[in-house]
Each structure stands twice: as C-alpha cells, then as structure tokens.
C-alpha cells in the first residue's frame, strides 16, 4: 500500500528560527508533491508544490525534495506565530492518485 | 490560485434528516472534484471521486447509498448525506483540480462543518 509518513508532533520551534518539516513517500514513481497548511477548524489551503529535485523557494518557504531518498520538506524561516498550524504532505503517485501524510502539527513559540 | 466554494458553511441537522452539501469551482471548470471527510484531530479521508457526467468513484469503506453524490455540472458537485446520524458529525470538505481534470493541484473548498443531533 502506498504511503505518505509524516511525523504527528506537536513540533515546537522558538519565534525567528527556522522550522523543518518532513515527509517521506513509498511510492518511487511518483510525480508531484505538496505542501498544504490546515489551521484549527479550516480546510487546507496550498503552500507550495515541487516536481524536480532539488529545492524551491517562495518567501520564507523552501521546499526540498530528494527523489532518491523518496524524501521531501518544507522549510520555514522565521518563524512567525501565525506559522502554527498542521502541515499536510500529499503525494500524486505513479496512478496519479493523490496520497496524504496526517500532518505534522507546529508550534511557534513567542 | 483557483477558488472552491462550498455551501453551507455549518450545518446543524437532527437524526435521519437528509443535507446537501454543495461545491462549486467559481473560475474554472472541473470534470473531477473531490469529497474529504475529517474528524477532529484526525487527517483527511477521501470519501469519493465525484466526476461530471458519470458515476462518482467511492473509497472504500464509503456507504455509496448513504453518500450521495452528483456532478451535474463541470463547476458544480453536490454530496448528500441521506439519513444522518450523530456519527456522521464531521468536517466535509471538497476539491477540484486547478487544471479541472485530476492530475493537477488542488484547491479546497472552505469546508462544511456538519452537526447531526
């Protein structure tokens, strides 16, 4: 069965610092992968999405995937309070089906 | 990015009534949508596949005839929870594709927070 493993938490990371997220796939052939935050009581809302190797910035985020490693993070510099939330991974897989991590809960401490 | 609406936002409904829960994709078509359930403190589940024109494709585990859904049209899904009861209680969310078939990113409706008594 092809997964999506992410760790629960709660990560707690001090306000300014730099927050790093992780999520590893099963599935070597898959093709995209995503970065949604989910604050308490909200839908999803997409942060970044990354195809290729390698790393791709977009303000305070950079994502980092690592096809080999079947690995891919979402780094967040400074770190605001208004970061806290849950980080979903999701995965489109060789089927082009979309799997989802259950999310990586952060903290930002003031 | 692309924008999902859902209505209603909340839903408070009592046991063995039927709710409708609609979602539309307000600037571009979908032939696919998406139908997620979350429980508190719990990640998404996808429920089913709901695809314009023909059968919606259900999860397994998914009561077809419990969860009814129907894609009439390329900017309209609708998922209806027929004979609701208090462990239907859940965060439904929807989906669509920005490219409007399925293989694209998703973008999320803001969720329909449904309350059964």
């Known amino acids: 069965q092809k997964e999506v493993e992410q760790n629960s938490g709660p990560l707690s990371v001090p306000e300014g610092a730099i927050a790093s997220l992780n999520c590893t796939y099963s599935?070597?052939?898959?093709?995209?992968f995503f970065w949604y935050r989910q604050y308490s009581g909200k839908s999803p809302e997409l942060i970044m999405f990354?195809?290729s190797n390698g790393d791709k910035e977009d303000g305070r985020f950079t994502a980092q995937l690592n096809k080999a490693s079947q690995y891919v993070s979402l780094l967040i510099r400074d770190s605001q309070p208004s970061d806290s939330a849950t980080y979903l991974c999701?995965?489109?897989?060789?089927?082009?089906?979309?799997?989802w991590g259950a999310g990586t809960k952060l903290i930002i401490k003031p | 990015g692309a924008v999902v609406s859902q209505h209603p936002s909340r839903v408070i409904c009592k046991s063995g009534t039927s709710v409708k829960i609609e979602c539309r994709s307000l600037?571009?078509?979908?032939?696919?949508m998406f139908w997620y359930r979350q429980f508190p403190k719990q990640s998404l589940m996808l429920m089913a596949t709901?695809?314009?024109?023909?059968?919606?494709?259900?999860e397994q585990g998914v009561e077809k005839d419990k969860f009814l859904i129907n894609h009439a049209s390329l900017t309209l899904s609708t998922l209806t929870v027929t004979s609701a009861h208090p462990e239907d209680s859940s965060f439904y969310i929807c989906?669509?594709?920005?490219?409007?078939?399925?293989?694209?990113?998703?973008?999320f409706g803001p969720g329909t927070r449904l309350t059964v008594l």
């Open positions: 989906s669509a594709p920005a490219s409007g078939g399925s293989t694209d990113t998703q973008y």
């Open positions: 600037d571009f078509q979908a032939t696919t």
């Open positions: 709901s695809n314009e024109g023909s059968k919606a494709t259900y």
């Open positions: 599935d070597r052939g898959s093709q995209s």
């Open positions: 990354i195809y």
């Open positions: 999701a995965v489109m897989d060789s089927n082009y089906q979309l799997i």
